[in-house]
């Protein structure tokens, strides 16, 4: 037998159940009655916890009793190794647990992407990890991993769960908007792309201010990208962009797209997530903007696109970062080389952005003396605790996930960069156009159709059938999570049954 197994053999309780036994001779359940001492463990499980992590699957004994205790439950549990659960399963119970709905048995090393793939904050609620003890004695030597893969998986989705908390609500009355916009946009004309050239992304960092220039110098050389806070700062610079990429769904979007001077809209590709601001798409549409949709991951504009056959392109957005977006799409289009400029993560010498984003334009008009422009920068500044990164550079914990989100999709890639002089430098040797699939036949229905269909589709749900697993949800449902996500956080009562805001979610629609 391999020594990578920590078990070596099954035994029987005194109460006849089979349990594993370690190599050492130990065992996590007990020898006498593994279900007594299940249910005094099952006890102490907070009665809003609806998912849970049991470190070691053992017998299963433990996870048969929370699943018969609590029918809202659902267990994700850990072995070590896959070669353990492959021991395991020798276990008829173990071997039941393997297909239950509410169950999910998974490696050391698979517990980071299950953790974020099966843990629906607005779904489950709160989350517990419970440990055998018999098992982690054994586990010492793993235990810190685990706890950084847990730790590190319940910040990402609990971040996205704050988000959607927020914005779940604009997000759904943003995409039924576009929606009905659909027929007014146009698909990107793949074929006039120069991916011969090197695309340059503009985020709207502070050292744009230094970079901008060199670009300017040899700007045929270039397809420009923009994302939405950049495009007046190229603007200020008698810049106009190529492309312009917006996620943001807030109304403050519109105010990338208004400028003092006269601005010919239908010179540049706006790239809209079908989950941005819709007031802003309506005023590019006036000004004979060339407006496209792409989705970028959120369930309801996810489902539209795939049940209505839309075709819309998916763009990357990592933790809700238009830059990635703005990367992904220059990727996507088959560009071998790209430059990003202003892809600051941080506050480069006291500054939050270059100039002239739409922030100057707003503190400027509300700026007196005792609240001028540099005080209103500075409040934005230190919202969240500085961290120093050099005598230039100061970041915040967020600023640095993006960071993260951004490098790490890189890597994801398999795609080689490096930074230099402000700029980061990607290289894809081995870019393709996958952009073109989706476009060249993206479809432009009826919009006004399409909703009516989805209200249909939302209307048809047994708003009083039993939900005990985020299996047991349709498409249509899954839909609906982040808006229900928004309603638990703006009714701030304590109720944790998602039931009751699915039921208050769905009635409202019907309505």
Same mark, same amino acid.
């Given at each position: 037998?391999?020594?990578?197994?920590?078990?070596?053999?099954?035994?029987?309780?005194?109460?006849?159940?089979?349990? *594993?036994?370690?190599?050492?001779?130990?065992?996590?359940?007990?020898?006498?009655?593994?279900?007594?001492?299940?249910?005094?463990?099952?006890?102490? @499980?907070?009665?809003?916890?609806?998912?849970?992590?049991?470190?070691? @699957?053992?017998?299963?004994?433990?996870?048969?009793?929370?699943?018969?205790?609590?029918?809202?439950?659902?267990?994700?549990? $850990?072995?070590?190794?896959?070669?353990?659960?492959?021991?395991?399963?020798?276990?008829?119970?173990?071997?039941?647990? &393997?297909?239950?709905?509410?169950?999910?048995?998974?490696?050391?090393?698979?517990?980071?992407?299950?953790?974020?793939?099966?843990?629906? *904050?607005? #779904?489950?609620?709160?989350?517990?990890?419970?440990?055998?003890?018999?098992?982690?004695?054994?586990?010492?030597?793993?235990?810190?991993?685990?706890?950084?893969?847990?730790?590190?998986?319940?910040?990402?989705?609990?971040?996205?769960?704050?988000?959607? &908390?927020?914005?779940?609500?604009?997000?759904?009355?943003?995409?039924?908007?576009?929606?009905?916009?659909?027929?007014?946009?146009?698909?990107?004309?793949?074929?006039?792309?120069?991916?011969?050239?090197?695309?340059?992304? #503009?985020?709207?960092?502070?050292?744009?201010?230094?970079?901008?220039?060199?670009?300017?110098?040899?700007?045929?050389?270039?397809?420009?990208?923009?994302?939405?806070?950049?495009?007046?700062?190229?603007?200020?610079?008698?810049?106009?962009?190529?492309? $312009? $990429?917006?996620?943001?769904?807030?109304?403050?979007?519109?105010?990338?797209?208004?400028?003092?001077?006269?601005?010919?809209?239908?010179?540049?590709?706006?790239?809209?997530?079908?989950?941005?601001?819709?007031?802003?798409?309506?005023?590019?549409?006036?000004?004979?903007?060339?407006?496209?949709?792409?989705?970028?991951?959120?369930?309801?504009?996810?489902?539209?696109?795939?049940?209505?056959?839309?075709?819309?392109?998916?763009?990357?957005?990592?933790? !809700?970062?238009?830059?990635?977006?703005?990367?992904?799409?220059? =990727?996507? &289009?088959?560009?071998?080389?790209?430059?990003?400029?202003?892809?600051? #993560?941080?506050?480069?010498? !006291?500054? *939050?952005?270059?100039?002239?984003?739409?922030?100057?334009?707003?503190?400027?008009?509300?700026?007196?003396?005792?609240?001028?422009?540099?005080?209103?920068?500075?409040?934005?500044?230190?919202?969240?605790?500085?961290?120093?990164?050099? *005598?230039?550079?100061?970041?915040?914990?967020?600023?640095?996930?993006?960071?993260?989100?951004?490098?790490?999709?890189?890597?994801?890639?398999? =795609?080689?960069?490096?930074?230099?002089?402000?700029?980061?430098?990607?290289?894809?040797?081995?870019?393709?156009? &996958?952009?073109?699939?989706?476009?060249?036949?993206?479809?432009?229905?009826?919009?006004?159709?399409?909703?009516?269909?989805?209200?249909?589709?939302?209307?048809?749900?047994? =708003?009083?059938?039993?939900?005990?697993?985020?299996?047991?949800?349709?498409?249509?449902?899954?839909?609906?999570?982040?808006?229900?996500?928004?309603?638990?956080?703006?009714?701030?009562?304590?109720?944790?049954? #998602?039931?009751?805001?699915?039921?208050?979610?769905?009635?409202?629609?019907?309505?």
């Amino acid at each position: 037998m391999s020594d990578n197994v920590f078990y070596s053999e099954l035994i029987s309780s005194k109460s006849e159940i089979s349990i *594993p036994v370690f190599n050492n001779g130990k065992t996590v359940d007990s020898r006498y009655d593994p279900e007594r001492e299940s249910t005094r463990l099952c006890e102490q @499980i907070n009665d809003k916890t609806n998912f849970v992590i049991v470190l070691g @699957i053992a017998s299963g004994t433990l996870i048969k009793t929370i699943l018969q205790k609590r029918e809202n439950i659902f267990v994700l549990a $850990v072995e070590a190794d896959q070669k353990d659960i492959d021991f395991l399963m020798q276990l008829e119970n173990v071997k039941s647990l &393997s297909s239950h709905k509410r169950v999910c048995l998974c490696t050391i090393n698979q517990l980071f992407e299950k953790i974020t793939q099966l843990y629906i *904050p607005a #779904f489950y609620g709160n989350l517990e990890v419970i440990e055998q003890r018999g098992w982690t004695a054994e586990h010492n030597s793993v235990l810190q991993q685990i706890n950084e893969q847990i730790q590190k998986a319940v910040g990402i989705v609990s971040a996205d769960f704050s988000v959607q &908390s927020h914005f779940g609500k604009l997000w759904q009355h943003n995409i039924l908007s576009n929606i009905r916009l659909l027929e007014k946009t146009r698909p990107v004309n793949c074929s006039e792309i120069p991916v011969n050239k090197t695309a340059v992304i #503009f985020a709207a960092g502070p050292t744009i201010d230094k970079t901008i220039s060199q670009i300017k110098e040899n700007i045929e050389e270039y397809y420009l990208i923009a994302t939405d806070t950049a495009f007046s700062i190229l603007l200020s610079y008698n810049i106009i962009p190529d492309v $312009v $990429v917006s996620l943001d769904g807030q109304n403050v979007s519109n105010s990338h797209f208004i400028h003092s001077k006269q601005f010919d809209f239908s010179k540049t590709v706006f790239l809209f997530d079908l989950c941005a601001n819709d007031s802003a798409v309506k005023k590019l549409l006036r000004e004979n903007g060339k407006v496209s949709f792409f989705v970028s991951g959120h369930p309801l504009a996810d489902y539209i696109n795939q049940k209505f056959n839309l075709c819309l392109p998916k763009l990357f957005s990592g933790a !809700g970062t238009v830059t990635i977006s703005a990367v992904d799409f220059a =990727i996507q &289009s088959g560009f071998k080389n790209i430059m990003v400029a202003g892809a600051d #993560f941080g506050y480069s010498n !006291g500054k *939050p952005y270059a100039k002239g984003t739409y922030l100057d334009r707003i503190y400027n008009k509300n700026s007196e003396r005792l609240n001028n422009i540099e005080n209103q920068f500075c409040m934005l500044m230190y919202r969240t605790p500085l961290i120093q990164k050099s *005598p230039s550079l100061s970041t915040t914990q967020i600023l640095q996930a993006y960071k993260t989100s951004f490098e790490d999709y890189i890597y994801s890639k398999g =795609i080689n960069f490096t930074k230099q002089n402000e700029l980061y430098n990607i290289t894809n040797q081995n870019a393709v156009n &996958s952009l073109a699939k989706n476009t060249n036949t993206q479809k432009n229905p009826d919009g006004n159709l399409i909703v009516e269909q989805l209200y249909k589709d939302f209307s048809s749900q047994d =708003i009083n059938r039993k939900i005990n697993s985020i299996f047991d949800l349709t498409n249509a449902d899954i839909c609906l999570l982040p808006l229900i996500s928004w309603q638990k956080n703006n009714d701030n009562i304590d109720n944790t049954d #998602f039931m009751y805001f699915y039921r208050k979610v769905l009635g409202g629609i019907k309505k």
